[in-house]
Structures are given as C-alpha cells and as structure tokens.
T-cell receptor, first 117, second 113 residues
Framework: NAGVTQTPKFRVLKTGQSMTLLCAQD?????MYWYRQDPGMGLRLIHY???????AKGEVPDGYNVSRLKKQNFLLGLESAAPSQTSVYFC????????????????FGPGTRLTVT | LAKTTQPISMDSYEGQEVNITCSHN???????ITWYQQFPSQGPRFIIQ???TKVTNEVASLFIPADRKSSTLSLPRVSLSDTAVYYC??????????????FGRGTSLIVHP
C-alpha cells in the first residue's frame, strides 16, 4: 500500500496564479484533511471531508477550495495565490474523526512545499 | 476552546527518559488525547493516544491525570533518532460549529550524544 500520496512535492507560483494540489489514499478511509504548516504555528486545518461528495471548513479555510469527487481523492485548490499562502501543505486521512470519543489517528502524506512570489 | 499548550523546545541526552507535557484545560468529555512525531521534511506520524490513566505501547507511554486537563508523553531511553517535533492533538469547535482535530504548536526535542 502506498498510504497517502501528494502531488506535486514542490511548486512555485506567482501571485494571482491558480493551482490544485492532489491527495490520494489507498486505505479506504472515509475522512480526509488538508493542513498547512508554517514555522512556529504547528499544523492548522484548512478543510476536511467526512466522505465522498462532502467537504467542510476547518480553522483557516479562506482562500482555498476543496473537492472530494472520489472517496480516495481530496483536492485542494488555490484560485488566486497570495504570498501569505506560502507554506507546506499536508494531506491526511483517517478511519474516524475523534467524534463521540473515537480516535484521531491520522495518516499523513509527505507534504507539498508551495512558494508564492 | 480546547486549545493546547506545550513547551516550545526541550533538550536531552541519549539514554535519558524524556517527559513532554501538554495542557488542554477545556478538553471535551468524550475526547481522546493523541500524540504525533514529526521529522524534518516529513508528515507527522501517530505515536500514541489515550483517554484516561496510563497507556503504553512499544514506543512511548502516555499519562493522563483524572481531571484530563493535561497529558504527559514519556519517551524511555531516548536516542539521537528521537530528535523530532512532538505534537499533542485534541478536538476543538470550528467557527462553523463542527468538531475538528486541533494540533498544538509542537515541542522540538533535541537529543544530544
């Protein structure tokens, strides 16, 4: 099993350009997440999905859109990139989402390093 | 809000036991506490989770007092390869009212020879 994969690994954008980050998982997980990680800030949840066709906002959703057309894929889009979106983006998936006392065991991808100039 | 607080950094030496404490004063009644490890240029990796008292696995132990307002990750006899950032994770309420996983800012552990 590949686990969670992310493409691309690196990307440089100019301000105003758009792009889509792709996350794929082969563990048949219902739940998928997009985080961003900035120095000294830990990981902050952007959007998440509790199943195919559903998405929801996390802690820092502004400037991003997501789609979950297939259970195994979760896409993160930047419609008009800004320098403030320079970050490392991590995708994760899990069987459960910590509701009703269930666990938060998430499996993470290797990350995408995005620079917006 | 179930925000977490951890020390920013810690130093240790090979062979020592390391204890990292996370405060989560407003943790929800039914929430688990989960810890992750992250090496540079990699995604976080699950270490251990617990609800109350003590949990032990092959990597670490997790101590949770009765009031559950804090938890302590214990790494026995650390080695250089344990140098990493350690995050505790509990749930929180997002602006839209949903219950989401929320990472702390992490503790950077450096193990010296």
């Amino acid at each position: 099993n590949a686990g969670v994969t992310q493409t691309p690994k690196f990307r440089v954008l100019k301000t105003g350009q758009s792009m889509t980050l792709l996350c794929a998982q082969d563990m048949n997980h219902e739940y998928m997440y997009w985080y961003r990680q900035d120095p000294g800030m830990g990981l902050r949840l952007i959007h998440y999905s509790v199943g195919e066709g559903t998405t929801a906002k996390g802690e820092v959703p502004d400037g991003y859109n997501v789609s979950r057309l297939k259970k195994q894929n979760f896409l993160l889009g930047l419609e008009s990139a800004a320098p403030s979106q320079t970050s490392v983006y991590f995708c994760a998936s899990s069987y459960t989402m910590g509701l009703a006392g269930l666990s938060y065991e998430q499996y993470f991808g290797p990350g995408t390093r995005l620079t917006v100039t | 809000l179930a925000k977490t607080t951890q020390p920013i950094s810690m130093d240790s030496y090979e062979g020592q036991e390391v204890n990292i404490t996370c405060s989560h004063n407003n943790i929800a009644t039914n929430d688990y506490i989960t810890w992750y490890q992250q090496f540079p240029s990699q995604g976080p990796r699950f270490i251990i989770q617990g609800y109350k008292t003590k949990v032990t696995n092959e990597v670490a132990s997790l101590f949770i007092p009765a009031d559950r307002k804090s938890s302590t990750l214990s790494l026995p006899r650390v080695s250089l390869s344990d140098t990493a950032v350690y995050y505790c994770l509990v749930g929180d309420i997002a602006s839209g009212g949903s219950y989401i996983p929320t990472f702390g800012r992490g503790t950077s552990l450096i193990v010296h020879p």
